[in-house]
Every structure is written in structure tokens, then in C-alpha cells.
């Protein structure tokens, strides 16, 4: 499948979390540990913001993570106190870079890992289900972009867990219609800038791995001569695929069926529920 990993803290080198970190994100695009694939190299993405109220950057390639220059330049180059970062191990669709993740709609980014089962016989029924003013901006082919757009329209932008609670509701009751059982698996992450919305859930109780730090003031304690971990503040929060290895003892698996929301340094936990939208 795919790993990614979303942070929210002080303003930080992307290259801190990307590259510097023993088993970081780019390591793991080579060496997943924890993921369906070892290797996730069918392309990567970056999305992240400078400011809260700004439309987020986002860069994008088919190129493995590990092998581009461009993406090692960029990331020395930007700091930002919120970023969300995908590398894809791709399944029903091509390597093409609107296949790559975060996918962007004005303020929000969106990244998954995951699935719909058989996607190529429910994927009609649900592109029609998405609202027409947004179905234009549609680009790819993925079954993680129709996921972004049907939560748009179920309000994502408005409430953000109820309508991921409402489009996973939703995928589930097409497949089932269609005889597929067990349809989606899913970690994913939402962000608008201001809040940063994450959810690990899947039909099986059987969901991809997820973690969050639990404390970057635990981390200032452990390693106070460590400038990457000063920089990030006591505030700072990381949701991964899989724990960032040279930081031990610090990292929790994040429950199955469960939404976390992140604004600032509150950080709230709560159960996620499917609802089909009526």
C-alpha cells in the first residue's frame, strides 16, 4: 500500500522528519516495515502550509521518494508548521502524478493508505454520488481521490469527521450492494491548515498501522541537545504509518475505529462511526 505521515507543531524543516530520521519517511518509501509493500515507490507527494489561512503548497512526482533531487532541495528549503507527506505503493490505478497523493481542494489536502475492494465495480456509483460543482476538479483516477471529493461533499470543509464518518458510510453500503464484503481499509488525514484530521478505520476491524507521538515534552526530556526536537516545541504533534525509529518509547498505535483531531495543542480522540447519509 502506501505510507504517509502528517506533523503540526513550530515551523520545521521538511527535511527533519523526511530524511534526518533513521527509519524517516523516505526510508520507509524503500524499507516499509509495518506496510502490505516494502517498497512504496510509485511516486510521492508533499502538501503543506506557510501560513493557517493559505491555499497549502503541494509538489508531486511519479519519481521514487529516494531518487529525487529535487525533492531532497526542496525539502532543506521549506519550513512549515503543518505538512502532510505520501509516498505510494499504487493498486488499481497508474503511476501518474494526479495519482499521487495529497490530493488538494482550496484549503484542504488529503492523503490515504489503503483501499476499496474491487473499486473498478463500484467506482461509477460513486463518482455520480459526488456533488457536481466539485466533480469537475477531479483528476486522477484513484480510488483515494473519489474517497477526498465524496467527503467534500458530504461537509467535509464544515465538519470534518461526520462527513468521513458520511463518505465511509457510504463507500461501505455501495460495495455491500454490489456483494463486496469487507470494502474499505483506510488510515487517512485531512488537513485545512488550521486542524489536522486523522482516522484509522477499516470494514474488517483490520485497519493499516498508524501512530502518534505522545509527547514532544517527554522528547525535549530525552534528548535536550537534540536541535530537531527543540525546533518542533513542546506542542508539536506527528501522526505516522510507522514509528520514526531513532525517536524510541514515544510513539502510541493509534486504536482502530478512532478520529483524531488536531488544532494547535489540542489534540482530541474519539470514536469513528460510519453513518450512511441518508
Not at 502538501?47 to 533531487?69: F, K, L, T, V
Not at 512549515?80 to 494526479?98: C, G, L, N
Not at 466533480?135 to 470534518?160: I, K, N, W
Not at 505522545?214 to 526530556?221: A, I
Amino acid at each position: 500500500m502506501c505510507r504517509w505521515l502528517a506533523y503540526s507543531g513550530n515551523a520545521v524543516q521538511l527535511e527533519t522528519v523526511l530524511f534526518r530520521s533513521r527509519h524517516s519517511l523516505i526510508d520507509q518509501s524503500l524499507h516499509s516495515k509495518l506496510g502490505a509493500t516494502t517498497t512504496n515507490g510509485d511516486g510521492f507527494g508533499l502538501g503543506w502550509y506557510q501560513h493557517p489561512h493559505d491555499i497549502p503548497y503541494r509538489y508531486r512526482s511519479i519519481q521514487p521518494a529516494w531518487n529525487d533531487r529535487n525533492l531532497r532541495e526542496l525539502a532543506r528549503a521549506v519550513s512549515a508548521p503543518m505538512f502532510v507527506a505520501h509516498v505510494r505503493s499504487a493498486t488499481h490505478t497508474p503511476v501518474q502524478e494526479t495519482n499521487c497523493h495529497p490530493f488538494r481542494h482550496r484549503r484542504w489536502i488529503f492523503a490515504h493508505n489503503g483501499l476499496i475492494q474491487s473499486f473498478p465495480l463500484v467506482r461509477r456509483e460513486l463518482l455520480v454520488a459526488i456533488e457536481p460543482g466539485r466533480f469537475s476538479a477531479l483528476e486522477g483516477s484513484t480510488d483515494s481521490e473519489v474517497m477526498f471529493y465524496l467527503a467534500m461533499t458530504f461537509g467535509l470543509e464544515h465538519e470534518p469527521v461526520p462527513a468521513l464518518e458520511r463518505m465511509a458510510g457510504f463507500v461501505e453500503a455501495t460495495a455491500r450492494r454490489h456483494g463486496i464484503d469487507d470494502p474499505l481499509n483506510m488510515t487517512v488525514c485531512a488537513c485545512d491548515g488550521e486542524q489536522m484530521v486523522a482516522v484509522r478505520y477499516s470494514s474488517e476491524g483490520n485497519s493499516r498501522s498508524l501512530f502518534h507521538s505522545t509527547s514532544f515534552k517527554h522528547l525535549h526530556e530525552l534528548y535536550p541537545d537534540d536541535p530537531r526536537i527543540a525546533a518542533a516545541g513542546e506542542d508539536a504533534y506527528l501522526i505516522v504509518s510507522e514509528p520514526l525509529v531513532d525517536l524510541p518509547d514515544v510513539w502510541a498505535e493509534v486504536p482502530e475505529a478512532t478520529a483524531i483531531i488536531v488544532r494547535g495543542p489540542q489534540v482530541e480522540y474519539r470514536q469513528f462511526v460510519p453513518v450512511t447519509p441518508q
